[in-house]
T-cell receptor, first 114, second 115 residues
Framework: ETGVTQTPRHLVMGMTNKKSLKCEQHLGHNAMYWYKQSAKKPLELMFV???????ENNSVPSRFSPECPNSSHLFLHLHTLQPEDSALYLCASSQGTGPDQPQHFGDGTRLSIL | AQSVTQLGSHVSVSEGALVLLRCNYS??????LFWYAQYPNQGLQLLLKYTSAATLVKGINGFEAEFKKSETSFHLTKPSAHMSDAAEYFC?????????????FGSGTRLSIRP
């Protein structure tokens, strides 16, 4: 496989469920990102990891819990979500975290909260 | 602080016509600029990147963009639109200072192609 792979592609869950989103990159990159994309809103950066260490948390509610066990894998653990959390969640990776580093995106997980 | 503004949330062109998507940036330092496309049910795909090596940047799928410092613009063009170009397009600028690890995205322009 090549690029950035996200699973599952679609997820429907109730507000009391616990689920996890998975992201894997096959590009040899060192940095990984989670974004939230909602309809009619700009792309929102949630978390940044560089060499497995979290370097950014953009005031994301604690019901979203990221995990980065190594530079190739990134998870987003979800619990007690709200209806407004329904969105497309995108994972991205880049070689480094400098401003000249383009990010490579997965196809996202479409999350629907019942 | 870095920012980008995309002019026009929706652009519609006929197949074979010129595509022009507008982006203006604001940056306190020489900017790194990007254009991404998001095709239906997919993530963002990098089309091209400006890193000050040349003002005219050629990207994938026939797209190109010209960096104009005097106009603080980085507009995306394609000479002849194809139906497969229908997508959402995002202009982006690399962050600076404490935001250097971020790419700041514009709000997007949806491109529709008329047969």
């Amino acid at each position: 496989e090549t690029g950035v792979t996200q699973t599952p592609r679609h997820l429907v869950m109730g507000m009391t469920n616990k689920k996890s989103l998975k992201c894997e990159q096959h590009l040899g990159h060192n940095a990984m990102y989670w974004y939230k994309q909602s309809a009619k809103k700009p792309l929102e950066l949630m978390f940044v990891y560089n060499f497995k260490e979290q370097t950014e948390n953009n005031s994301v509610p604690s019901r979203f819990s990221p995990e980065c066990p190594n530079s190739s894998h990134l998870f987003l653990h979800l619990h007690t979500l709200q209806p407004e959390d329904s969105a497309l969640y995108l994972c991205a990776s880049s070689q480094g975290t400098g401003p000249d580093q383009p990010q490579h995106f997965g196809d996202g997980t479409r999350l629907s909260i019942l | 602080a870095q920012s980008v503004t995309q002019l026009g949330s929706h652009v519609s062109v006929s197949e074979g016509a010129l595509v022009l998507l507008r982006c203006n940036y604001s940056s306190s330092v020489p900017p790194y600029l990007f254009w991404y496309a998001q095709y239906p049910n997919q993530g963002l795909q990098l089309l091209l990147k400006y890193t000050s090596a040349a003002t005219l940047v050629k990207g994938i799928n026939g797209f190109e963009a010209e960096f104009k410092k005097s106009e603080t613009s980085f507009h995306l063009t394609k000479p002849s639109a194809h139906m497969s170009d229908a997508a959402e397009y995002f202009c982006a600028v690399g962050g600076s200072g404490s935001s250097a690890s971020k790419i700041i995205f514009g709000s997007g322009t949806r491109l529709s192609i008329r047969p």
